[in-house]
């Protein structure tokens, strides 16, 4: 079944919305405003405390991003072609963390303009709020380590296993990274091999140069 669908989900909030739905079909095409009492029932569903997780379909110059928040902060941004795909990161969201999810796209406004900013080269921090939830223990020591990283500095797989806890877990430290929930907001492109290669990433390496490039980290584009 489809997270977004279930009865344990976003059900209650649109039942709410229904009658707006019915009493615009009884007044004709003049009146019917289902987008408007969509809108009203989500942002009644939010504020009521119906809802767990939100999400959105955003974009970037590296392609379609999938975000999702809780109350607490973003917690999932995944690269559409690497994540399988909206449905993909909603369904594992559902799992992780709760069933009760709606796609609420004006909730990522603040998101939209910093990643615009940032990829403009006029943002070098993000301010948006993060949750840790999707990730424990060993993993979140090491992606801690990584958003410390400042802007334009790069450090190894050997010294972000080494600030998580473990200098000689450079593999899990590799494994950690190409789990990150967060790319890009947690600079995992900020990671490099110990003898200066680049190293894999989520997204795809090709992803990863762009990013270091806006970064300055690398002169010109690579391929």
Request: with cysteine; charged share 25%; glycine share 12%.
């Amino acid at each position: 079944m489809d997270p977004r669908m279930s009865d344990d989900t976003n059900h209650t909030a649109p039942e709410r919305g229904a009658d707006a739905v019915a009493a615009a079909l009884r007044g004709g095409p003049a009146a019917l405003d289902v987008d408007g009492a969509i809108r009203r029932a989500t942002g009644r569903a939010h504020a009521e405390g119906l809802v767990d997780v939100s999400y959105a379909r955003v974009d970037s110059p590296l392609g379609p991003l999938v975000a999702a928040a809780t109350p607490q902060g973003l917690v999932r941004l995944a690269y559409e072609d690497w994540g399988g795909g909206v449905d993909a990161v909603v369904e594992h969201l559902a799992v992780r963390i709760s069933p009760r999810i709606l796609e609420r796209r004006t909730e990522f406004d603040p998101l939209r303009r910093e990643l615009d900013e940032y990829f403009e080269g006029r943002r070098r921090d993000f301010d948006v709020p993060v949750d840790w939830a999707l990730t424990t223990g060993f993993t979140r020591r090491v992606l801690e380590a990584t958003a410390a990283i400042p802007f334009g500095e790069v450090s190894t797989y050997r010294d972000v296993a080494a600030a998580a806890g473990s200098e000689r877990a450079t593999r899990a430290a590799g494994n950690a990274l190409g789990s990150n929930p967060i790319p890009i907001v947690v600079p995992c492109h900020r990671v490099l091999r110990s003898g200066g290669g680049l190293g894999g990433y989520t997204g795809g390496v090709e992803k990863k140069e762009r990013l270091l490039t806006i970064e300055g980290v690398l002169p010109t584009q690579l391929g």
